[in-house]
């Protein structure tokens, strides 16, 4: 097991390097420009966001992330003039609108209920993928092969041609807008990706690493956690994150299923609406907001992703 | 420590047969060697004994006791792999650390046990680095020291020095044997390198197809080889082969070639009439003008103290080890004289050596300092 990693035989030249390149910086981008507007727009004041011509340049305001967690209401300007002076920058803020603070919006729950099913799901998709890979890898399973094609041709439809049996279902059950429901949904939908991409991670460990632990006396639980998981944390960790960007996203199956106690933020940010049609600034606070965890934790396991996403290609 | 004892040990893999009947014992304290090219079942025996893979049939002792169905951890052997299989997400002495832990060893008793370790094998210096930066050598005495460390009953190596450079790998040979004479554990090696087995071994088992062709000491082994196969697997160049005509009565002491009569060792069975070979090893050839044979010689390799010649002796090409010093032309008329005492007869339609006074030498086993 060298430390190298693997190198194409032929190192590219500086032209081809070029070319390559700059079409990064184009794809790039293509693909940041509208993540910056909406960075932007979330900066903006409503009458700004809607300027035509689009502004580019503009004074910052936080009004777009003071809208997005309260509700207001526009009162007479009799009332105005008898309120006492505003405690805080946001009920001033508020109050240049004349309008005030009603109370806080729903984005704070319905950002929880994202974090909750998302990071629950990704962590049964991961816990069960893993266990399951490790079967799959080590064991004769019977049927194996029949398994694991079945497994994954349950990706082979869009998830969404079943939603309608899902929604009667999970209606009769009584999981419709219920936490446990989505959890147990999008970890449906991502156990497969799961257990095959681990599958791959787990091949690539010699067994010998769990048979030297077993000889000196470890249990087969002991080896696996003590020898072959701490080897798999690449494979985990990218794994983790495919799950992760699937259930943090899911926008179809949200819209269809929850509503109310159990909505997570996907359905609920285009919902927000100002004064006369769409929050776009408040719409713009919330998709930067519900960028930030993926983000971060695509961030922290970075050093894992690298390696990880040749999908144990150059492991070593 | 402990003796090793497998009997009829068989192994199935679905259809295909990897160990056939195996019997053999592994006195308490000895370096046994199993040796055989690749795929002849020496890994799966290995792992049998080990406890790694459940025999099919026959039965393991391991220090008198049955072990056959115990699992690996309840059987107190320890591996080294031909791989090594040193965890990469632990530092040295964590991995050097790893068996003691499991038996539940106070902190400070494994540190001082892996360090007594790390010294035995000259690694003290290195047991705070990670095992991924470690030269081949170094990963090799880690191996071993994870294995030491715990001090089993017995050892398996499975080719432990399969990935070392040459070089390095006589180096590594000496070590083992030293090793193995200070902490005189009962050892079983696998290698397909016959130095390495000649080298070290207390016993050497060759095997090929999941059978064990022959079992004894290094030089009976040379000396005496039991099959055709053994001749030919054991030396470098190996042994010889001339077709003789057969048909001979027990007691027949020559036998004949197209044009000579060749002196033998002493038959003591009967000799078939078509198969028969004689089998001699290339230093068993003498340069003689006297001799019964007459040979062409073909071409030299030099090599330094001795040189391999090829000679064409009737339609039969012989290498031949001779001194350095002797000149001889290519197409030269020599003749050659045989180590009677020394020459083996084999029935080759069974591949099997013929009973002969060949067989009367004794060897003496290894005395403890090997070499
Ligand atoms: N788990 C298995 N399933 C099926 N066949 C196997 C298995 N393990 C080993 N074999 C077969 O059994 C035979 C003996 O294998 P083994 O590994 O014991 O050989 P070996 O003598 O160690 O060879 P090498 O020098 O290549 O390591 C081989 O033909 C191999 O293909
Ligand atoms: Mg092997």
């Not at chain 1, 159990?262 to 719409?283: K, N, R, S, Y």
């Not at chain 1, 970075?302 to 144990?312: V, W």
């Not at chain 2, 591949?351 to 002969?356: D, E, K, N």
Request: one cysteine or more; glycine letters at 8%; proline letters at 6%.
């Amino acid at each position: 097991m060298s430390t190298t990693t693997a190198h194409s035989v032929v190192a590219p030249g500086r032209r081809t390097r070029f070319v390559a390149g700059l079409l990064v910086v184009i794809y790039a981008l293509v693909t940041m420009v509208p993540l910056a507007w909406i960075f932007l727009t979330g900066f903006k004041t409503p009458p700004d966001s809607i300027s035509y011509p689009p502004k580019v340049v503009f004074e910052p305001s936080l009004e777009g992330y003071v809208n997005l967690f309260t509700t207001r209401s526009r009162q007479t300007p009799e009332y105005m003039e008898s309120l006492p002076p505003p405690q805080t920058w946001y009920e001033e803020l508020v109050r240049s609108r004349h309008m005030v603070i009603a109370g806080p919006s729903k984005f704070g729950e319905r950002f929880l209920n994202s974090v909750i099913i998302g990071f629950g799901s990704t962590f049964l998709s991961v816990f069960l993928g893993t266990l399951a890979a490790y079967a799959f890898s080590r064991f004769k399973v019977p049927l194996a092969d029949d398994l694991l094609f079945f497994i994954l041709s349950t990706r082979m439809m869009p998830p969404i041609a079943v939603a309608i049996p899902i929604f009667l279902m999970y209606r009769t059950v009584g999981l419709s807008d219920t936490h446990l429901g989505m959890i147990i949904l999008y970890t449906a939908v991502n156990v497969s990706l799961s257990v095959w991409l681990l599958k791959g991670f787990v091949d690539e460990i010699p067994r010998e690493y769990e048979e030297a632990a077993l000889i000196d006396g470890y249990t087969r639980l002991q080896a696996f956690v003590k020898v072959v998981l701490p080897q798999m944390a690449t494979g985990i960790a990218a794994t983790a994150i495919f799950c992760l960007i699937f259930a943090w996203n899911e926008y179809a199956f949200a819209l269809l299923l929850t509503s109310g106690t159990a909505q997570t933020a996907p359905p609920f940010i285009p919902t927000i609406i100002g004064e006369g049609g769409l929050d776009w600034p408040a719409i713009g606070a919330g998709v930067t907001l519900f960028l930030l965890p993926v983000l971060v934790f695509t961030i922290l396991l970075r050093k894992h992703l690298l390696r990880g996403i040749t999908f144990g290609a150059v492991r070593k | 420590m402990a003796e090793i004892r497998v009997e009829a040990l068989k192994k199935n893999f679905g259809e295909f047969t990897a160990v056939k009947d195996s019997n053999f014992t592994v006195a308490d304290g000895e370096f046994f060697v199993m040796l055989g090219p690749s795929g002849c079942g020496k890994t799966t025996t290995l792992r049998m004994i080990a406890g790694l893979e459940l025999p099919t049939s026959g039965r393991i002792f391991l220090g008198g006791e049955d072990v056959t169905f115990n699992r690996a951890s309840h059987r107190d052997i320890a591996f080294v792999f031909q791989l090594f299989a040193l965890y990469p997400h632990m530092n040295v002495r964590k991995n050097m650390g790893f068996p003691l832990v499991c038996q539940g060893m106070p902190r400070a008793e494994i540190r001082q046990r892996v360090e007594e370790t790390a010294r035995l094998l000259r690694i003290d210096h290195i047991l705070d680095k990670p095992v991924s930066g470690l030269a081949g050598g170094d990963r090799q005495r880690v191996a071993l020291g994870r294995a030491i460390v715990r001090r089993p009953m017995a050892f398996m190596m499975d080719e432990p020095l399969g990935t070392l450079d040459s070089e390095f790998r006589d180096l590594m040979v000496r070590e083992l044997r030293e090793l193995h004479n200070s902490i005189g554990a009962t050892t079983v090696y696998v290698t397909h390198d016959q130095l390495e087995a000649m080298a070290m071994a207390d016993k050497i088992a060759v095997m090929n197809h999941g059978v064990i062709e022959q079992f004894g000491h290094p030089q009976e082994i040379y000396d005496r080889p039991a099959t055709m196969f053994v001749a030919d697997f054991i030396g470098s160049p190996p042994m010889n082969f001339l077709t003789v005509a057969g048909g001979l009565a027990p007691g027949a002491r020559d036998v004949g070639l197209k044009e000579a009569r060749i002196e033998v060792p002493e038959l003591r069975e009967a000799a078939p009439a078509e198969t028969l070979m004689l089998g001699l090893r290339p230093e068993h050839i003498r340069l003689d003008d006297a001799g019964p044979l007459r040979g062409e010689v073909f071409g030299t390799e030099y090599l330094g103290t001795t040189q391999i010649v090829t000679l064409n002796v009737d339609d039969t090409q012989l290498k031949a080890r001779l001194a350095a010093d002797v000149r001889l032309r290519e197409g030269e008329t020599v003749g050659l004289s045989l180590d009677t005492a020394r020459l083996s007869l084999f029935d080759a339609a069974s591949g099997r050596a013929l009973a002969s006074a060949r067989d009367d030498a004794v060897h003496a086993p290894r005395t403890g300092t090997g070499g």
